[in-house]
């Protein structure tokens, strides 16, 4: 990867997104970014061209927009410029499942699992042809907690840890690094935008702690961060369970235990 290559981020107009934008300006890297909201962006765009000293481009697009996705894909595998990817918009939803509403739960899928995979691919292709280049996906600690009661929005950061795992293995060969980034509650407006009480939130993460403490991480090249984890040997045992069970999924014959007497 080039010292300091462009940076495309999603999501970019407010919380983790804009927060990641100053942090990448401060290191010098020009910036590609892309929210819905084309006013805020460019409040965004404004103020870190005057205090960062940086080239900023603004993309306006929904995520959840078939042709708008399509717009940001193709400057990810056009613009040689960009070598890092921050896959940050993400859509969330208060209420239980059974309850929400069909077409918002759609949304949600497609922002935080359609769009996230476009996007990662499209990166990915080009920057395997490159050589080089490094893709963060924000996924959540809400994935490893199916007891938490998100249920869509838990699946959907599940499927984005995975995908991060899996696209690493596959990739890192490539000079291709690849991080997923696992919050818990984050100070961010994705709470009130999902119709959370404001009254009913927990304590919460400062963002700027969480992304840079997510950029320590990048530094260091973790497949995986989770800020808020104090023991990384806890992880380390999550995997070494998992790892374990991977002999037994060879297996031809059900399991003794499944077997009639």
């Known amino acids: 990867m080039t010292p300091n290559p462009a940076v495309l981020i999603t999501g970019a107009s407010s919380g983790i997104g804009a927060t990641y934008a100053d942090r990448f300006a401060a290191r010098g890297h020009d910036l590609v970014l892309v929210a819905r909201s084309a006013d805020r962006l460019n409040e965004v765009a404004a103020r870190l061209r005057s ?3 940086v080239s900023v ?3 306006q697009a929904d995520l959840a927009d078939h042709e708008a996705l399509e717009r940001v894909s193709a400057r990810l595998g056009e613009d040689d410029r960009i070598g890092i990817l921050v ?5 969330g939803l208060s209420g239980a499942f059974a309850d929400q509403n069909p077409g918002a739960v759609a949304k949600l899928v497609a922002v935080n699992v359609g ?3 476009t996007l990662a691919q499209a990166a990915a292709r080009r920057f395997v042809d490159a050589g080089n280049g490094a893709i963060v996906n ?3 600690v809400v994935g490893l907690i199916p007891e938490f009661g998100q249920t869509a929005y838990a699946a959907s950061k599940a499927f984005v840890t995975t ?9 890192s060969g490539k000079g291709v690094y690849v991080q997923a980034v696992l919050p818990a509650a984050t100070a961010t407006e994705i709470w009130t935008r999902a119709g959370s009480n404001p009254s009913r939130l927990p304590p919460m993460m400062d963002v700027g702690a969480l992304v840079d403490a997510a950029l320590v991480g990048f530094d260091r090249r973790e ?10 040997g806890l992880w380390d045992s999550y995997q070494n369970a998992r790892k374990a069970m991977l002999p037994e999924f060879g297996g031809v014959v059900p399991a003794a235990r499944y077997r009639a007497a």
Do not use: F, K
Not at 87 to 91: E, F, H, S, T
Not at 224 to 232: E, F, G, H, K, R
């Open 138 to 140: 924000i996924s959540s």
């Open 87 to 91: 896959n940050n918009a993400g859509v």
């Open 223 to 232: 497949a995986i961060t989770i800020p808020v984890l104090s023991d990384a």
């Open 163 to 171: 995908l991060s795992q899996s696209m690493a293995v596959e990739l």
């Open 115 to 117: 769009a996230v995979t």
């Open 57 to 59: 481009d603004v993309v």
């Open 51 to 53: 205090a960062r000293g």
